[in-house]
């Protein structure tokens, strides 16, 4: 498939661009957990521009609960570190929290 598409596989929809039948330009992909990211692809994989919304189940119950925003540049489906801007959206709270990612070579930390 090439230009702009739709398909199911892998437990995700996409809808966005192809390129040689792979994930490749614009496009948004949905997981089954509801995970989803927005974007650029290259070769089937996040690279560039996007912005990915992960829904945390509540611990105490099967209902969703918190959200953790994650956007900047992606490489070959790594989030680069330098750019990485993080959001936590707590259901209980409603409360925005921004986090910078702080990189040492032992470990990641947030402030």
């Excluded at 996007?50 to 992606?74: A, P």
């Excluded at 910078?100 to 070579?105: D, K, N, R, V, Y």
Aim: one cysteine or more; hydrophobic letters at 25%; aromatic letters at 14%.
């Amino acid at each position: 498939m090439n230009g702009l598409g739709r398909a199911n596989y892998n437990n995700m929809l996409y809808e966005g661009y192809f390129k040689n039948n792979q994930l490749d330009g614009y496009g948004r992909q949905i997981m089954k957990d509801g995970t989803h990211y927005t974007g650029f692809f290259k070769n089937d994989r996040k690279h560039g521009r996007g912005t990915i919304v992960r829904m945390e189940r509540d611990k105490d119950s099967e209902n969703y609960g918190d959200i953790c925003v994650e956007e900047g540049e992606w490489f070959n489906d790594v989030l680069k570190e330098e750019t990485a801007q993080f959001r936590y959206i707590s259901s209980k709270e409603k409360e925005v929290s921004n986090f910078s990612m702080q990189i040492t070579p032992e470990r990641r930390t947030f402030e």
